[in-house]
């Protein structure tokens, strides 16, 4: 058995060895090695430097500047006190910082904030305080109840006595 495998090998083997090369086949394989031989430009290279230069450039142009912090007003709901006429005469220097030109002055008003007339809203609620001022102030403090927490006392249970022995 093993010699009838044995002859069939050596017969398919032997055919391979007869067969003729492809026409042109060894004209293709030289013509392959000749381009590999020869030094090719690296334009990869150029192009990829280009193309993260062009978009650092880009994140730069996008990037917001950096700026100095204003000073914030802080404005509060406190009447104005009574200006005596000594008082009025004394004015008092801040030391100001780099103002650009462009910046405007704000206006000088003799009562800050400016007063604004009432909403609708606030028209009617002074009319349920003027009517009834009792009812009104009940509902008030209902309300400012409903805010507050809920206090929920402590469960306590107490052990229960068996009359058997365990």
């Known amino acids: 058995m093993d010699d009838k ?3 069939i090998l050596k017969e398919g083997i032997a055919s391979y ?6 026409a042109g086949m060894e004209e293709r394989i030289l013509a392959r090695i000749r381009i590999v031989e020869r030094p090719q430009r690296r334009l990869t290279g150029w192009v990829v430097a280009f193309t993260v230069g062009v978009a650092g450039i880009g ?3 996008v990037l917001p500047r950096h700026e100095e912090p204003r ?5 509060t ?3 104005p006190a009574p200006v005596r006429a000594e008082a009025a005469l004394v004015r008092v220097s801040t030391p100001r910082r780099h103002q650009s030109s462009h910046m405007k002055a704000l206006p000088n008003l003799p009562v800050f904030p400016t007063p604004s007339p009432l ?3 606030e028209r009617r609620l002074l009319a349920l305080v003027r009517e009834d001022p009792e009812g009104t102030a009940e ?3 209902s309300l400012r109840k409903r805010s507050e927490p809920i206090e929920i006392a402590p469960l306590v249970i107490q ?8």
Request: charged content about 20%; hydrophobic content about 40%.
């Open 119 to 121: 909403t609708a809203e």
């Open 59 to 61: 994140v730069l142009c």
């Open 77 to 79: 709901n406190i009447p």
């Open 17 to 22: 060895g007869q067969s003729e090369p492809l």
């Open 159 to 166: 052990p229960l006595e068996s009359g058997g022995g365990l």
């Open 5 to 7: 495998l044995e002859r």
């Open 71 to 75: 000073p914030v007003r802080v404005v």
């Open 139 to 141: 509902a008030f403090e």
